[in-house]
């Protein structure tokens, strides 16, 4: 039977339970990026880098806008970030062969070492969790994440997951 509690229908967890999930995540994000923050820190670099770096390594020649709709970001903020990345000779933005307007963009070999160097980290960490935690625990973790994405961004999730196959 479904607890009502505050007006909402939890199912089965309490609101003591749902605060300690909160802050579970809390704790859990910031041990995902510590690694790749202190890396990034050496090179006066932040999180938003970090991300255009990874989608921008996920899916090479991945346009502008592209990458603007699935950081959702705006244009001054990626802008800022992809001039520093470009700069320091990491991205390579390429006028499009059919649309003049558009840049794509591309890591280059010292792009893709940091790319490799900032994943390699994360990876641990998740394949560390994940073996502790077990194959049905990672099948309930993910469908836990994407439940609690907006749906905008759980199409864009599934669109670059199908890419890959």
Not at 60 to 74: D, I, S
């Amino acid at each position: 039977m479904a607890e009502l509690q505050g007006g909402e229908n939890l199912l089965f967890l309490t609101d003591e339970q749902l605060r300690q999930g909160i802050e579970a995540m809390f704790f859990a994000y910031q041990g995902f990026t510590a690694d790749p923050d202190r890396i990034l820190a050496t090179m006066a670099y932040g999180r938003a880098h970090h991300r255009a770096v990874h989608f921008i390594a996920r899916s090479p020649g991945t346009t502008v806008n592209n990458l603007l709709a699935t950081l959702g970001v705006t244009k001054q903020s990626l802008n800022r970030v992809l001039r520093t990345l470009i700069e320091d000779g990491l991205v390579e933005s390429r006028v499009g062969t059919t649309d003049k307007r558009e840049r794509h963009l591309y890591l280059t070999e010292d792009g893709a070492a940091l790319e490799r160097k900032l994943s390699d980290a994360q990876r641990a960490r998740m394949r560390a969790a994940y073996r502790a935690a077990g194959p049905q625990s990672v099948a309930g973790f993910r469908r836990v994440l994407e439940a609690m994405m907006d749906p905008d961004m759980r199409r864009r999730y599934h669109a670059i997951r199908e890419s890959d196959t």
